[in-house]
């Protein structure tokens, strides 16, 4: 099989790892004859790493795409030209598939109208859905989202992360087929040895009199809700006058992030921005409670990783995420009290059943066995699109 992957993003956030992932699970594969990886050489840090393992398998090839998506988000006539290129690119290499990473339906287009131009499969991986309120109210709103629609229609196939989301998508595509492919998380999470005092002490932390919230993840207010933590603290200051959060990632708000907390005395007391981190363990480790408030969700590496490693995630209750994690640890999303109530709450929860759950259901075995079913000829025996369903515990465990 000739197998390709396309990813113009410039960032890397959890979408970045859960690709260098799947790369990691299809060089091991016997059924890949040849594996091409457009990545853009101005994304360093993806593209030393898809190049170290060129360097360590012969079925990989690494082709340079010459643009990141964020570089000509705003320039339509570069946007063309990509695709163009792209085409062109596509042509030569005589994909069976061209698996084309996609935060929204509208990441990475060049990729998709490319795959579409020269008639090669498109799997678009890991898109999250849009919502119709997500475009805005009016007549404009309404135009992008008709528009978002078609393109919805475009993939023949669509790789997604859990029920919820193969169930919208099912929606929005009903002839493609739609194939769930849940995250897994390093051992070192739940193998963990650094102490949560070594962790406090090697970020610079108090080691006690404190109480330490982190947000992990892409810095975007319409996603993440970096913005919504933020209102939070302000307006419950005498809840937070112990506590320091810890904000960490980069993003397109980071800026006005930093001018929120600059401004108001209250942030500036408690809140640090720490910026990207090649790892977020010590993080999670010196913790005493991770945050998700997103508006959206897949399913979130995060919190994987800090249930994994002893620490309670509170999360807004979207996206399907009550399908992991119980009531205690999910607020309404714009409940602002709830929030606060249960980030102070969350250290009494019983993590225990729900850390061995999440080391079988998100194994690297469960992964790699899945990948086979959802990309490999063959694998699915020609069964239906909505065969392929989540990681059952009893695969997880093999």
């Known amino acids: 099989m000739r197998l390709g992957i396309y990813c113009d993003s410039g960032v890397n956030g959890g979408h970045e790892e859960m690709l260098k992932r799947l790369i990691l699970a299809l060089v091991e594969c016997p059924d890949i004859d040849i594996l091409y990886l457009l990545i853009p050489p101005t994304n360093q840090t993806l593209f030393d790493y898809v190049k170290a393992v060129a360097d360590r398998h012969s079925v990989v090839n690494v082709i340079a795409l010459s643009c990141t998506a964020e570089s000509i988000r705003d320039n339509m006539f570069a946007r063309l030209r990509m695709t163009w290129r792209?085409?062109?690119?596509?042509?030569?290499?005589?994909?069976?598939?061209?698996?084309?990473?996609?935060?929204?339906?509208?990441?990475?287009?060049?990729?998709?109208?490319?795959?579409?131009?020269?008639?090669?499969?498109?799997?678009?991986?890991?898109?999250?859905?849009?919502?119709?309120?997500?475009?805005?109210?009016?007549?404009?709103?309404?135009?992008?989202?008709?528009?978002?629609?078609?393109?919805?229609?475009?993939?023949?196939?669509?790789?997604?992360?859990?029920?919820?989301?193969?169930t919208r998508l099912h929606e929005l595509a009903p002839r493609a087929r739609i194939a769930i492919l849940e995250n897994y998380v390093d051992n070192r999470f739940s193998h963990v040895a650094l102490t949560r005092s070594a962790a406090r002490i090697a970020l610079g932390l108090p080691e006690a009199g404190k109480f330490i919230v982190a947000h992990i993840g892409?810095?975007?207010?319409?996603?993440?809700?970096?913005?919504?933590?933020?209102?939070?603290?302000?307006?419950?200051?005498?809840?937070?006058?112990?506590?320091?959060?810890?904000?960490?990632?980069?993003?397109?708000?980071?800026?006005?992030?930093?001018?929120?907390?600059?401004?108001?005395?209250?942030?500036?007391?408690?809140?640090?921005?720490?910026?990207?981190q090649a790892d977020v363990l010590p993080f999670i480790v010196a913790s005493d409670v991770v945050v998700l408030p997103s508006a959206y969700e897949g399913v979130p590496l995060v919190m994987i990783e800090a249930v994994l490693a002893g620490r309670p995630i509170v999360a807004s209750d979207v996206s399907g995420l009550d399908a992991y994690l119980p009531a205690p640890l999910l607020f309404r999303m714009d409940d602002e009290d709830a929030f606060v109530e249960k980030v102070f709450a969350a250290t009494t929860f019983p993590l225990a059943t729900l850390t061995e759950t999440f080391k079988r259901r998100f194994s690297r075995e469960a992964f790699d066995a899945q990948v086979r079913s959802v990309l490999l000829p063959g694998e699915s025996q020609g069964r239906p699109a909505d065969h392929v369903q989540q990681n059952s515990p009893d695969l997880a465990a093999k």
């Open 218 to 276: 892409r810095i975007n207010f319409q996603q993440k809700r970096q913005d919504f933590l933020l209102a939070c603290i302000e307006r419950h200051a005498q809840a937070f006058r112990d506590t320091i959060v810890l904000i960490v990632g980069e993003g397109r708000d980071a800026s006005a992030l930093q001018r929120i907390v600059q401004e108001s005395e209250t942030l500036s007391n408690c809140v640090r921005i720490v910026g990207a």
């Open 86 to 166: 792209t085409a062109g690119t596509l042509r030569s290499l005589h994909l069976s598939k061209l698996v084309i990473a996609q935060g929204t339906i509208t990441s990475a287009l060049p990729g998709l109208l490319a795959a579409c131009c020269v008639r090669t499969t498109a799997v678009s991986y890991l898109p999250l859905i849009d919502e119709r309120a997500s475009t805005g109210p009016g007549m404009s709103g309404l135009i992008k989202w008709l528009v978002k629609r078609v393109i919805y229609r475009l993939p023949q196939e669509y790789i997604t992360l859990n029920e919820h989301l193969r």
